[in-house]
């Protein structure tokens, strides 16, 4: 299921869309403007479509919403996915709006704070204490809502898992769309991490000794946020990439992983759809399953010494 993001296919030639019916629901830039988007903006928008973020304080639209949820968990099925429930800040022009500034939300904040969001705080500055308190209600927000999508679907199907999807890691970005994956492991089953170190390069087959590090790095923290969670890494390990070998690339990118103790999920391309290596892929997998106790098995924490020194 889509998180804030609404797409309508061919809404040129269509009746209704969320623009023409319920532009109120939109999120918006403190100048009004509202997070519609068209083709060009992303691949994944065709010519023709409209692309919308929705507030998550339109009640109207989050009481449909969860009603959706409970049906799609009613018929059985063992997962639900929920694709990144974002406030809108990372498409072009996006960047720096801290969205979103929408009647729903700014009187959601009001009512939170007691602060006018378009008024009484300092848009970006983080020494002021009313931007920060936006953070946080940003924040808070995408982890309540991401909390009633799992308890709305465990409640017709306890047995089902509720899967988030998450772009931004450990870095800037996690403030920006407000999904921190600190809040939210407590209130999913799985992160799934397309984890791209927003800085650095995407592709495993090009990476620098420094961006491995940064890779590390952010896996590892996931898996301390994680406990005994799963944490999914979506990546992307050649994409076409000229003058390297495939498998090795891909090797590679299943190595840094697995030593975390993530689960492996390499994409062909960003459009994720079909598999960038069969063969290598098999071998990969092959050769994953028969060391899973290895990697996967449950693991305790060492004692620490400083636990010693205050036993005695």
């Known amino acids: ?42 691949i994944w928008i065709k010519a023709g479509d409209e692309d919308v973020w929705i507030s998550p304080y339109a009640l109207d639209w989050r009481k449909t919403y969860m009603e959706r949820v409970r049906q799609v968990a009613a018929t059985g099925i063992d997962g639900l996915y929920v694709d990144v429930p974002y406030w809108m800040t990372h498409f072009e022009g996006w960047e720096n709006s801290w ?35 936006w953070i946080d209600f940003r924040s808070d927000t995408i982890r309540d809502f991401l909390d009633q999508i799992n308890r709305n679907a465990k409640a ?13 890691g450990i870095e800037r970005p996690a403030v920006l769309v407000g999904a921190d994956v600190y809040s939210l492991y407590p209130v999913v089953d799985v992160l ?16 620098s000794q420094l961006d491995w590090l940064l890779f590390q790095v952010g896996m590892i923290t996931f898996r301390a946020f994680a406990g005994e969670k799963a944490t999914w890494i979506l990546n992307y390990s050649w994409d076409q990439d000229k003058g390297i070998n495939p498998a090795d690339a891909m090797k590679n990118l299943a190595m840094s992983v697995i030593v975390t103790g ?16 069969l063969l290598a892929r098999k071998h990969l997998f092959g050769w994953i399953r028969r060391n899973e106790r290895t990697f996967y098995s449950p693991r305790t924490s060492l004692p620490s010494p400083l636990d010693e020194l205050s036993i005695h």
């Open 99 to 133: 969205a979103s500034f929408d009647d729903f939300t700014v009187a959601a904040f009001r009512a939170k704070t007691g602060l006018d969001a378009k008024k009484d705080i300092k848009l970006g500055d983080f020494d002021d204490a009313g931007f920060r308190a």
């Open 156 to 168: 017709v199907n306890p047995r089902i898992k509720t899967i988030a999807e998450i772009w931004p």
């Open 1 to 42: 299921m889509a998180g804030t993001e609404c797409i309508t296919p061919n809404a040129d030639k269509t009746a209704h869309t969320v623009m023409k019916d319920r532009r109120e629901w939109v999120q918006r830039k403190i100048t009004g403007e509202p997070a519609v988007f068209h083709s060009g903006a992303a």
């Open 262 to 277: 993530s689960n492996f999920w390499d994409a062909p391309g960003i459009e994720m759809q079909g598999s960038n290596d």
């Open 192 to 207: 799934s991490h397309e984890y791209d170190l927003n800085e650095g390069e995407y592709l495993a087959s090009a990476r």
